[in-house]
């Protein structure tokens, strides 16, 4: 803005400000590259190309409703939700795996249904529930923490997208 300036032979050397605004979009599709043209009706063969980039500023995320939930060895159940914070160019699938305290997988302390949820361009903002269920064991030991953790493919596939829920499923022995 403005889309012309108009030189004079009063204002010929005074400088004029073009300001340049990028556009926000709702799609995780990186930095975009693009160009100004600058050119003259006066002066021939005077065109000028100015490359720029529009920065993305959408930030891919697994959002989950809790980050703390309690089971207990009796079979309790809890739920939590998960959506996208973005719009995915292609199908993306959420798995759901327990981990013990020390992160390493474990069907020990519970158990989580489904294991895995599937996001398109059109559900990704629905949140889909999870269900996660305690499980006995025959061992007085105390309350038990251990982690459920999210991951992503495609475009949510980076493990610093990754998502851990804590949980303590409490002893009955």
Do not use: C, H
Not at 113 to 130: E, G, I, M
Not at 135 to 148: E, F, P, V
Request: glycine fraction near 6%.
């Amino acid at each position: 803005s403005p889309n012309s300036l108009v030189f004079s032979t009063g204002n010929w050397s005074t400088e004029q400000t073009v300001v340049i605004t990028g556009v926000d979009d709702s799609k995780i599709d990186g930095n975009q590259p693009f160009n100004i043209e600058i050119s003259s009706s006066y002066l021939v063969d005077s065109t000028e190309k100015i490359s720029m980039i529009n920065y993305d500023n959408e930030t891919r995320k697994i959002i989950i409703s809790k980050t703390n939930i309690n089971t207990t060895e009796g079979g309790s159940t809890e739920t939590f939700t998960v959506a996208l914070s973005q719009e995915p160019s292609s199908d993306v699938r959420i798995t759901i795996e327990v981990y013990d305290i020390n992160l390493n997988p474990s069907s020990s302390e519970a158990s989580v249904n489904p294991t895995s949820l599937t996001f398109t361009s059109s559900d990704y903002s629905t949140a889909q529930t999870v269900t996660v269920t305690g499980i006995d064991d025959i061992y007085d030991d105390g309350d038990q923490n251990y982690y459920i953790q999210l991951s992503g493919d495609g475009e949510f596939s980076s493990s610093l997208l990754n998502e851990k829920i804590m949980v303590t499923n409490a002893d009955n022995d």
